[in-house]
């Protein structure tokens, strides 16, 4: 199933303070493998790109569709511009402790219903380091009263959180609410930067809490459209209560409408706060029980401006760059890089698959923007992968020595773009089937091109049912074949016979399935507005075709009987037999569903 079964939260999380808090609960829950693999392939053929727009930025962008992404123990979510103007839901919810959530840019004003991270992990540490969520957030139309929050961490969540180079504005219920740090766990704000957040910006209340040159203010008076607060309770730059003393060093808050510009304790909980050292401007209001130390070192003059190091764009925050550091540290820019490099530019048109092998070393590269796919593999000095309207890279040392493409895309090496005909064989692998003396028929599909080569046997023998599958049958002697890519499916319909690769022999039973399914299913985004990601399940088996010339792209993924992918302005198509047991479809691409297509 495309779709996980398990619940984020049944009912929405009571606040200490009283309030109901609605961190997504199950908003469109995906697991987060099956989510990975589906955001790879929807954002890699986004109208927006996969990979970002300018030259050398290197980050995925997610169009915000109400999915929840699931962070677990010891995984990192990091290098994604969530698209915001989509006018839906996002959010990314750590369930487990040792996890890293780094280089994340909310785009847009948020007009969902949830907090945007929310924390509920047991013992362990966590980071959450250079993300933007400075484009805001309205109340209006939401559930609750104070409307969408930015950063929640629940009751009872045991890791120690560190906060680092964030940027957080105009969210009317807290940036970071993370006071029910006294029931476990602690947290640490570092270089960080708020404004116009209602209710509080930082909000917390652990003795082990710490707020270290970080900067927060409100200077917003428009409460009306829902931006940065909600009447008398909003503003506080800092909230301290329910527990032991927070600490505060080299950090500047200022009052705005709300006239505080730091509070201890609420609601007969007291708050203690130790201010060494900084700045502030306005009032420190203290609840019954509740302390507040201001030391020496600390100004009545506070540096509002935003700390180094803070990302003030959500596209400088995914790439890995910020206000402080003027470049990203990921971009390639050729510095201590294998010498050369291969730049596969891909085409809206439709889907381009490419191979190459070079004599030395490769790696991949996020060269002009060009992103960076698990799925393009590269095995030795071989690469192999497949773009759509988005760039891959790789640098290599050496020489190109064989390159084939099969679609629109182009080929530049170091800069220039070169012919694929000038490097080696354009079908560089070879495909034998050899009989065993009995009548067999068979089919054979690559994710390539494939041709008949035997000079031993007519060429009519062997019928060419596109560029990518032959159908034949044989009964003594051998076929053989050269094709690009590689073998997906080896189907025999009567009889058996030996198959090799490039020499090697192979079983068949391993590619694709060993009959022919009845049925088709073709997703068709030709027409589409955009492109279009979906999913599916079947009660039988069903294996990649290219049924009415659809594309077979190593990005689609199947696992048992689950599929899940995605399609720009092109087909994908699918063998199978039994019932559609499922389906969900994001976008407008068209379905089209062949029961017995082989016999029409």
Same mark, same amino acid.
């Given at each position: 199933?495309?779709?996980?079964?398990?619940?984020?939260?049944?009912?929405?999380?009571?606040?200490?303070?009283?309030?109901?808090?609605?961190?997504?609960?199950?908003?469109?829950?995906?697991?987060?493998?099956?989510?990975?693999?589906?955001?790879?392939?929807?954002?890699?053929?986004?109208?927006?790109?996969?990979?970002?727009?300018?030259?050398?930025?290197?980050?995925?962008?997610?169009?915000?569709?109400?999915?929840?992404?699931?962070?677990?123990?010891?995984?990192?979510?990091?290098?994604?511009?969530?698209?915001?103007?989509?006018?839906?839901?996002?959010?990314?919810?750590?369930?487990?402790?040792?996890?890293?959530?780094?280089?994340?840019?909310?785009?847009?004003?948020?007009?969902?219903?949830?907090?945007?991270?929310?924390?509920?992990?047991?013992?362990?540490?966590?980071?959450?380091?250079?993300?933007?969520?400075?484009?805001?957030?309205?109340?209006?139309?939401?559930?609750?009263?104070?409307?969408?929050?930015?950063?929640?961490?629940?009751?009872?969540?045991?890791?120690?959180?560190?906060?680092?180079?964030?940027?957080?504005?105009?969210?009317?219920?807290?940036?970071?609410?993370?006071?029910?740090?006294?029931?476990?766990g602690s947290v640490r704000f570092e270089n960080c930067f708020?404004?116009?957040?209602?209710?509080?910006?930082?909000?917390?209340?652990?003795?082990?809490?710490?707020?270290?040159?970080?900067?927060?203010?409100?200077?917003?008076?428009?409460?009306?459209?829902?931006?940065?607060?909600?009447?008398?309770?909003?503003?506080?730059?800092?909230?301290?209560?329910?527990?032991?003393?927070?600490?505060?060093?080299?950090?500047?808050?200022?009052?705005?409408?709300?006239?505080?510009?730091?509070?201890?304790?609420?609601?007969?909980?007291?708050?203690?706060v130790d201010f060494q050292s900084g700045g502030y401007r306005?009032?420190?209001?203290?609840?019954?029980?509740?302390?507040?130390?201001?030391?020496?070192?600390?100004?009545?003059?506070?540096?509002?401006?935003?700390?180094?190091?803070?990302p003030t764009s959500p596209e400088a925050a995914a790439a890995?760059?910020?206000?402080?550091?003027?470049?990203?540290?990921?971009?390639?820019?050729?510095?201590?890089?294998?010498?050369?490099?291969?730049?596969?530019?891909?085409?809206?048109?439709?889907?381009?698959?490419?191979?190459?092998?070079?004599?030395?070393?490769?790696?991949?590269?996020?060269?002009?923007?060009?992103?960076?796919?698990?799925?393009?593999?590269?095995?030795?000095?071989?690469?192999?992968?497949?773009?759509?309207?988005?760039?891959?890279?790789?640098?290599?040392?050496?020489?190109?020595?064989?390159?084939?493409?099969?679609?629109?895309?182009?080929?530049?090496?170091?800069?220039?773009?070169?012919?694929?005909?000038?490097?080696?064989?354009?079908?560089?692998?070879?495909?034998?089937?050899?009989?065993?003396?009995?009548?067999?028929?068979?089919?054979?599909?690559?994710?390539?091109?494939?041709?008949?080569?035997?000079?031993?046997?007519?060429?009519?023998?062997?019928?060419?049912?596109?560029?990518?599958?032959?159908?034949?049958?044989?009964?003594?002697?051998?076929?053989?074949?050269?094709?690009?890519?590689?073998?997906?499916?080896?189907?025999?319909?009567?009889?058996?016979?030996?198959?090799?690769?490039?020499?090697?022999?192979?079983?068949?039973?391993?590619?694709?399935?060993?009959?022919?399914?009845?049925?088709?299913?073709?997703?068709?985004?030709?027409?589409?507005?955009?492109?279009?990601?979906?999913?599916?399940?079947?009660?039988?088996?069903?294996?990649?075709?290219?049924?009415?010339?659809?594309?077979?792209?190593?990005? +689609?993924?199947?696992?048992?009987?689950?599929?899940?992918?995605?399609?720009?302005?092109?087909?994908?198509?699918?063998?199978?037999?039994?019932?559609?047991?499922?389906?969900?479809?994001?976008? +407008?691409?068209?379905?089209?569903?062949?029961?017995?297509?082989? +016999?029409?």
């Open positions: 199933m495309a779709r996980d079964s398990s619940v984020l939260d049944d009912e929405p999380t009571a606040s200490d303070d009283g309030e109901t808090v609605d961190d997504g609960g199950n908003n469109d829950l995906l697991h987060r493998r099956s989510y990975m693999k589906l955001a790879g392939a929807t954002t890699a053929a986004a109208t927006l790109t996969g990979a970002a727009s300018a030259a050398g930025e290197d980050y995925d962008v997610i169009e915000a569709r109400g999915q929840t992404v699931r962070v677990g123990r010891g995984e990192t979510f990091e290098n994604k511009l969530i698209d915001l103007t989509t006018g839906e839901s996002f959010l990314i919810y750590v369930e487990g402790a040792n996890s890293t959530i780094r280089n994340i840019g909310f785009k847009g004003l948020y007009r969902g219903d949830s907090f945007m991270i929310s924390i509920n992990t047991g013992k362990g540490d966590i980071l959450v380091e250079n993300v933007y969520l400075g484009d805001g957030a309205t109340k209006e139309g939401s559930s609750f009263v104070h409307g969408p929050g930015a950063v929640f961490m629940h009751r009872g969540s045991e890791a120690d959180i560190t906060f680092r180079n964030c940027n957080v504005q105009g969210y009317p219920n807290n940036g970071f609410y993370c006071s029910n740090t006294p029931y476990g708020g404004k116009n957040n209602g209710v509080t910006t930082f909000r917390c209340g652990s003795a082990d809490d710490e707020i270290v040159n970080c900067v927060a203010y409100n200077d917003n008076t428009d409460y009306g459209r829902g931006y940065g607060g909600y009447g008398e309770t909003s503003g506080r730059p800092v909230w301290v209560w329910n527990g032991g003393t927070v600490t505060i060093r080299d950090s500047h808050f200022a009052d705005g409408p709300y006239p505080y510009a730091l509070v201890a304790g609420a609601n007969g909980s007291p708050g203690s306005g009032q420190i209001h203290r609840a019954a029980g509740s302390t507040v130390s201001v030391g020496s070192d600390v100004s009545s003059s506070p540096d509002l401006s935003i700390p180094d190091g803070v890995g760059s910020s206000s402080g550091s003027g470049t990203d540290q990921s971009v390639d820019d050729g510095s201590n890089q294998l010498p050369n490099v291969l730049l596969v530019d891909g085409s809206p048109e439709d889907a381009t698959r490419y191979e190459f092998s070079v004599d030395g070393a490769v790696e991949h590269s996020n060269y002009e923007g060009a992103s960076v796919d698990d799925e393009d593999a590269i095995d030795g000095s071989t690469v192999q992968g497949s773009v759509a309207d988005w760039k891959d890279a790789f640098r290599f040392d050496g020489d190109l020595t064989d390159l084939t493409v099969d679609g629109p895309g182009s080929i530049l090496v170091n800069g220039e773009q070169v012919d694929p005909a000038d490097y080696g064989q354009q079908l560089p692998h070879v495909l034998e089937v050899t009989g065993r003396g009995t009548p067999t028929s068979y089919e054979i599909t690559v994710d390539g091109t494939i041709e008949l080569v035997s000079d031993d046997e007519p060429t009519a023998e062997a019928t060419t049912i596109s560029g990518s599958t032959v159908q034949s049958s044989l009964t003594d002697g051998s076929q053989t074949f050269r094709f690009s890519g590689a073998v997906t499916d080896v189907t025999f319909t009567d009889g058996e016979a030996d198959v090799t690769v490039d020499g090697e022999p192979i079983d068949p039973s391993e590619y694709g399935d060993n009959e022919m399914l009845p049925h088709a299913i073709v997703v068709d985004g030709v027409e589409a507005d955009g492109p279009s990601a979906y999913s599916f399940e079947v009660d039988g088996t069903v294996v990649q075709s290219d049924y009415e010339g659809a594309s077979i792209d190593a990005g +689609d993924v199947i696992e048992g009987t689950a599929v899940r992918g995605a399609v720009g302005n092109w087909l994908d198509a699918y063998w199978f037999d039994g019932s559609i047991a499922d389906f969900h479809l994001r976008g +407008d691409a068209t379905i089209d569903v062949q029961y017995n297509a082989r +016999d029409q």
